[in-house]
């Protein structure tokens, strides 16, 4: 059975929807009474009329749209971003125009999409040492790769 959430949806669009039958993410349109027109390295929020209730321990990642950021330059200024469970106010997309020109947003475009999964919270355990791995402190390229 489906993760039920509760959601308002105050802009005309609908509701966001699975675009293929094995898809993770659910496409988020922008609801703008007007195109916004985003130069090059701008940023703007764009609203998209939604508000959701998520289950206690679910988060939604917010992600851009792979063709949308590959074709048109548009990602997301936090990606992922996050939306807690307890946010009750608009999901914003903070959209940035990373490309070299001026890109035209239209109403009931789809610009991100959402991934809801399970997390949990932790409790720090302090220590005095960790146990020993293979890869150690090795970090960004510690592989050779």
Not at 78 to 107: H, K, Q
Not at 115 to 132: G, K, N
Request: proline content about 10%; glycine content about 8%; aromatic content about 6%.
């Amino acid at each position: 059975m489906a993760l039920q959430v509760p959601i308002i949806n105050k802009s005309p669009h609908p509701l966001p929807a699975y675009q293929t039958s094995g898809a993770a993410g659910l496409d988020l349109c922008a609801w703008l009474p007007e195109p916004v027109i985003l130069q090059p390295f701008e940023r703007r929020l764009i609203p998209t009329g939604l508000f959701i209730a998520l289950p206690a321990g679910h988060e939604a990642q917010i992600r851009p749209r792979s063709g949308t950021a590959f074709k048109r330059g548009l990602s997301l200024v936090n990606t992922p971003g996050t939306i807690d469970p307890d946010y009750r106010g608009e999901l914003m997309l903070p959209i940035i125009n990373l490309s070299t020109e001026a890109v035209r947003i239209e109403d009931g475009e789809r610009l991100a999409q959402m991934v809801v999964a399970r997390f949990e919270q932790i409790a720090w355990q302090p220590a005095e040492s960790l146990d020993e791995t293979a890869r150690a402190a090795g970090g960004f390229g510690h592989t050779g790769h």
